[in-house]
Structure formats: structure tokens, C-alpha cells
Nanobody, 111 residues
Framework: VQLVESGGGLVQPGGSLRLSCAAS????????MTWVRQAPGKGIEWVST????????TYADSVKGRFTISRDNAKNTVYLQMNFLKPEDTAVYYC?????RGQGTQVTVSS
């Protein structure tokens, strides 16, 4: 199993980023996928989950209305569109498949 996150970077408050997670080694289209994050000095925080077909999504209250999770089962990829970013969104973002995570991608929100 391999999960490869990408798309992080440095962005100003109010800006946007789109994270991607390319998955391989399992039947991607049959599993729900999750994004989690870890801010400096803090534990893992659940961010969002999408079901296998992409028809149901859930979000943490802290990101609801600003982040959108989606997936492309033809490309074995899950996305996280992040808008109106805040400094408190600064974290390493990981996609998660049944507890397995990739290396993460750093998101820094700062002016």
C-alpha cells in the first residue's frame, strides 16, 4: 500500500490550496478515505471523510464550509480543496486508509 500526498505549501491567510493523495496497492474504489492533520506540538486531528462512491462527506466543525473533500476513483486519488485558510490550519496533512497514512504534506498559513 502506498499513499502519496502532495499540494501543500505556504499560503497567506484567506488563500486556497488543493491537496491530492494518490493511492495504490488496494482497491481504492471500495474504501472510504479520510484526511487528518497534525499541527506543531499537537495530536492527530480528523479533518474529513468521503465514502467509497464519493456521495457522502463529513467534516470537522473547524473546517466545515471552507474545505471540500472529493475523489476520482478512476485515478485512485482523493483531494482536499481548502479555501479561506487560517493560520490555525497550519499542519501536516495526511490521507488515511484504515489507519495507514502517507508521508504527509506541509501546509503553512502565514502572512
Amino acid at each position: 500500500v502506498q499513499l502519496v500526498e502532495s499540494g501543500g505549501g505556504l499560503v497567506q491567510p484567506g488563500g486556497s490550496l488543493r491537496l491530492s493523495c494518490a493511492a495504490s496497492g488496494f482497491t481504492f474504489s471500495t474504501y472510504l478515505m479520510t484526511w487528518v492533520r497534525q499541527a506543531p506540538g499537537k495530536g492527530i486531528e480528523w479533518v474529513s471523510t468521503i465514502n467509497s462512491g464519493g456521495t457522502r462527506t463529513t467534516y470537522a466543525d473547524s473546517v466545515k464550509g471552507r474545505f471540500t473533500i472529493s475523489r476520482d476513483n478512476a485515478k485512485n486519488t482523493v483531494y482536499l480543496q481548502m479555501n479561506f485558510l487560517k493560520p490555525e490550519d497550519t499542519a501536516v496533512y495526511y490521507c488515511d486508509w484504515t489507519g495507514t497514512r502517507g508521508q504527509g504534506t506541509q501546509v503553512t498559513v502565514s502572512s
